[in-house]
């Protein structure tokens, strides 16, 4: 069962359920794949990737919990279940909370200069 807590994402295809977890492994496999330099810009843009990247990235997000997936299937998945691939990125990487930014804890500590 997948877990949004975790950065996964259910679907169904053909009867059989699955989950995606777009977390760092899956980020990692989906640079080598696809020959992606930074896996985290592409993914916050994932309308400049084109089909054979897309692919990949949904591939990657679901070998994390099933390890014999293919990259064939896994575009017939996506191919079925296109929304979840925005589901998944928008569940890893969630938009940070208002004011989030301000939080004591979040900003690095000013620097003394030297005397």
């Known amino acids: ?3 949004k807590i975790k950065g996964e994402v259910g679907l169904e295809h053909e009867g059989k359920r699955y989950t995606m977890a777009l977390d760092f492994n899956a980020l990692a496999d989906f640079e080598e794949e696809a020959g992606v330099e930074n ?29 014999d997936m ?3 299937l896994a575009g017939q998945i996506l191919s079925a279940n296109l ?24 900003a690095p500590a000013a ?5």
């Open 70 to 72: 293919t990259l064939e």
């Open 39 to 67: 896996a985290i810009l592409a993914v916050q843009d994932p309308g400049r990737l084109g089909a054979s990247k897309l692919r990949a990235l949904f591939w990657a997000g679901l070998r994390q919990r099933h390890a």
């Open 1 to 3: 069962m997948a877990n």
């Open 111 to 115: 620097r003394r200069g030297r005397r």
């Open 83 to 106: 929304s979840k691939l925005g589901e998944a990125i928008a569940t890893a990487f969630p938009d940070p909370e208002p004011g989030a930014e301000a939080q004591p804890g979040n």
